[in-house]
């Protein structure tokens, strides 16, 4: 079955700085990508959903990169502030569950420190 | 937007009691989810639901576990007996739609659970 892969498990940036996120996958019949940002106590909140014709995908202060090729996914913080602070999780999905199922990456931890 | 409320937010029980879970999905939505997750480990699927019946489960949709959403109100996973190793925290997720490209899944907070 699918595996994802999510690096690094805790990252820790200076305001203002960019912060990288990747996740790599192995099954070649994934078709969605998800990023998903959890603050502390808080829902799974969906930050961006990206089919896999779309290689670049640029969302509020953040871009999203599938690289298929690869097997690749990331999430690249641009100018990353205090409220950054989360944990961030990738998932997959095949194109017949079209996001009802979904495999997870193992999450990462951001600190933004002032 | 849209909120799908878990409750509680921790329980701990003692090994061999059941538990129920309680979900409450986003109110239009028909399908809905269970995640668990172990303490370090990936998010993973257990379970999804639709009009009154289980669609898919995975190997950790053990036989001691069962979902059911009564008349449209919470949706509930239930473990009885639970045993140590279903210590973890169980996310609820929800979605208007199935295979299509409008599908989101929206998720609540979680239930921590602690067998002891």
């Known amino acids: 079955g699918e595996q994802v892969e999510q690096r690094p498990p805790h990252l820790s940036v200076r305001e203002g700085d960019s912060a990288v996120i990747t996740c790599t996958y192995t099954?070649?019949?994934?078709?969605?990508f998800f990023w998903y940002k959890q603050e502390p106590g808080a829902s799974l909140q969906l930050l961006m959903k990206?089919?896999?014709?779309?290689e670049i995908n640029e969302g509020q202060g953040f871009t999203v990169l599938l690289n298929k090729k690869d097997k690749r996914l990331s999430l690249n913080l641009t100018a990353a502030h205090p409220g950054d602070s989360a944990a961030y999780f990738c998932a997959v999905s095949e194109w017949d569950n079209a996001g009802a199922k979904l495999t997870f990456g193992g999450g990462t931890r951001l600190t933004v420190r002032p | 937007g849209p909120k799908v409320l878990q409750i509680p937010s921790h329980q701990i029980i003692d090994m061999g009691q059941m538990v129920t879970l309680n979900c409450d999905p986003v109110s239009n939505h028909l399908y809905f989810y269970w995640y668990k997750q172990i303490l370090g480990q990936q998010m993973e699927f257990l379970v999804n639901f639709y009009n009154g019946k289980v669609m898919e489960k995975s190997k950790l949709f053990k036989d001691q576990f069962s979902v059911e959403r009564p008349d449209g109100s919470y949706f509930t996973l239930k473990i009885q007996p639970t045993a140590l190793e279903d210590s973890a925290v169980y996310f609820c997720?929800?979605?208007?739609?199935?295979?299509?490209?409008?599908?989101?899944?929206?998720f609540g907070a979680g239930t921590r659970l602690s067998v002891l």
């Open positions: 099954d070649p019949n994934s078709y969605y």
């Open positions: 990206v089919f896999s014709s779309t």
């Open positions: 997720a929800s979605s208007r739609e199935r295979g299509s490209s409008q599908n989101t899944l929206y």
